[in-house]
């Protein structure tokens, strides 16, 4: 990303970082940190505790990007499983001290382990799976960045996942578009194209969430796509697009469905052997958002992989995923 318009989208991303991190937020990234020493580059915060800056009995979302694996593990069997089968998933619990609330709180995180290498290389466009561009794309906040060159080269990636994002969709929509039509599109397709929880209608509940934000970046992503002049509004959005471009943005995303279903299952596969209480986090999350309640006994604790597999396909047949 080059140029006077791609500085312009890396900037629009370090201004968002200059937002205030509530305490227990910070105090659970540096905790994190610490596991991992001089490996870390930096730690991305992102999800739904971000987005809303609800923390309370919520579980926190990070990214930690590190040097190299080898560097931040201490067993070879991590190493590879975060190399073949990227990233490998956590559990953290945190006991921070809260003047209003006597007795502290717990602050609960899930959080992956990545390269910075990796994770310039899967939000680029010849990434076949939508999972880190489809979240970095929306609001994040990188926490203990090593220097300032790292700062600046982490939300230039950040700025490519947006870029990603709306170059997956482009070619599947009218000449003209507006920011809404291009994220609720955008946001549609990679909940599409992984195994999800959540209703149907989240991708418009993301953009409506952060709506100024999005039509604030729009522009800039288009700049820096070098198509800036699509934005249009009123008759023009109803036109075709050109039917060359649209099926292969097609076939594209057919691709990437795949993809991501299969990839989907797999991390939710290693995650019970790297999760600490994964498959407990599994029911609570897929309760929280499809409303399927799950009993999770003792016996499925001693065998998360299979029980996990066999959670999965009842799941299934009740509509839990999608």
């Known amino acids: 990303m080059e140029g006077q318009a791609g500085m312009a989208l890396t900037d629009f991303v370090l201004d968002e970082w200059r937002r205030n991190v509530p305490t227990p937020v910070l105090a659970a990234a540096r905790a994190i940190a610490a596991r991992y020493g001089d490996s870390v580059l930096g730690v991305l915060f992102y999800g739904s505790c971000l987005r809303t800056g609800e923390i309370d009995d919520r579980i926190l979302d ?34 921070v001290e809260d003047p209003e609330k006597p007795g502290g709180v717990t602050v609960r995180s899930k959080y992956a382990v990545l390269t910075l290498e990796a994770f310039e290389r ?33 939300a230039a990636a950040v700025g490519r996942a947006a870029m990603t994002m709306l170059q997956s969709v482009i ?51 288009l700049g ?32 990437r469905t795949l993809d991501g279903k299969i990839v989907s299952l797999l991390r939710l596969i290693k995650a019970s052997m790297t ?22 006994t003792d016996a499925m604790r001693r065998r998360p992989v299979l029980s996990g597999l066999r959670m999965f396909l009842s799941l299934r047949k009740k509509g839990a995923f999608k």
Not at 177 to 200: I, N
Not at 229 to 241: E, K
Request: hydrophobic share 40%; charged share 20%.
């Open 275 to 296: 999760f600490d209480g994964g498959i407990d986090y599994l029911a609570w999350k897929i309760h929280r958002h499809s409303g399927v309640e799950i009993t999770i």
């Open 224 to 255: 820096a796509l070098g198509q800036a002049d699509i934005l249009g509004a009123g008759s023009a959005v109803s036109s075709q697009p050109p039917r060359g471009p649209y099926y292969r943005a097609s076939l594209l995303w057919v691709l």
């Open 171 to 221: 070619d599947l929509l009218p000449p003209f578009v507006t920011p809404r039509l291009l994220w609720e599109t955008a946001f549609s397709r990679t909940y599409g194209a992984e195994l999800r929880s959540e209703r149907g209608n989240k991708g418009a509940e993301i953009f409506a969430l952060d709506r100024k934000r999005y039509e604030d970046m729009t522009p800039l992503v």
């Open 62 to 95: 990070f990214y930690v990007i590190v040097d190299d694996y080898g560097h931040a593990y201490d067993k070879q069997w991590l190493v590879i499983a975060n190399a073949l089968l990227p990233p490998n998933v956590f559990y953290h619990e945190l006991h």
């Open 122 to 154: 899967r939000v680029r466009p010849s990434c076949l799976n939508v999972s880190l561009w489809a979240r970095f794309c929306q609001p994040c906040q990188l926490l203990l960045a090593r220097d300032q060159d790292m700062r600046r080269r982490m």
